[in-house]
């Protein structure tokens, strides 16, 4: 047996519209996974199927925000009665903010941040867990952040929220560990993504800054992302639980 195989899994992808979401899609379709690929943009998440499809892989896409709850279930509900079963769950919608710092950050802003990129994690956990306990099996791999292990500067919004995924995550994979469900999460660097190109909107000195912050002289692919998600989800991972695990060109390192 392959253990790096994904064949038999059934893995459900948010975010799966865009950048490492779409990436990751992809990867684990090719690892053998039939996928969910949800997002809050139904045609973009259509276009992920359909690559997928042409790639010989079988996916399903489904339209759901994260942050609304009953969203959540159903987009959860429509994979275990499309496949059958959930065995994967990628929680990797998200967004970010411009760097305005602690004074330019609206309540609002911070209200929003949170509830995309933390609260959402922990409603599609909440709906996740009850399919993977009761097959007494899952890896569930939240996508953090560097901002989630240090201070991104200007970005106090996203760095709470980011930290915030790093400690759900822990904390839930200490309750899941003993039950046979792996729970992760991922901390990309700077990764060329529709989300950072709009966050750098073209401006050449802001990404200079970012690539020198990385040793490895140069930004991420989501590709690489999603090749550091494929194996924590497969069995090849068997003893990875409560990670963060840093795929950042040796940002985090320095
Ligand atoms: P992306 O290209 O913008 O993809 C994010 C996807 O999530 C988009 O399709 C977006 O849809 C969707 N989404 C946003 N809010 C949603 C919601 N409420 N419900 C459902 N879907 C929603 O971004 P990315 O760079 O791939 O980021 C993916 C994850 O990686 C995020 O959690 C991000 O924080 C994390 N990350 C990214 C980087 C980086 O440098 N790119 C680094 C570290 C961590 P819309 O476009 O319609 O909003």
Redo the contacts with the bound molecule.
Sequence with gaps: MDRFSLDTRVALV??A?????RATSLELARAGARVVA????LP?TVETVELICGDGGRALAVE????DVSAVDTMVDAAVTEFGSLDIAVN?????SPPLGILGTTPEDWRRLIE??LT?VFLCMRAEVPHMLEAGRGSIVN?????GLVGANLLPAYTAS?HGVVGLTKSVALELAPRGVRVNCI??????????E?FLSGNELMEQLMVSGHPIGRL?T?EEIADAVRWVCSDAASFVVGAAITIDGGAIAQ
Excluded at 17 to 21: F, N, P, R, V
Excluded at 143 to 147: K, L, N, P, T, W
Excluded at 187 to 196: D, E, S, V
């Design positions: 948010t975010g519209g865009s950048g490492i979401g949800a997002d809050s943009d973009a759901a925000d994260v942050t990797c919608a998200g967004m970010t995309v990129n959402s996508i953090a952040s560097g901002a980011k901390c990309p660097g700077a990764t060329r993504t529709p989300m950072l709009g991420g989501p």
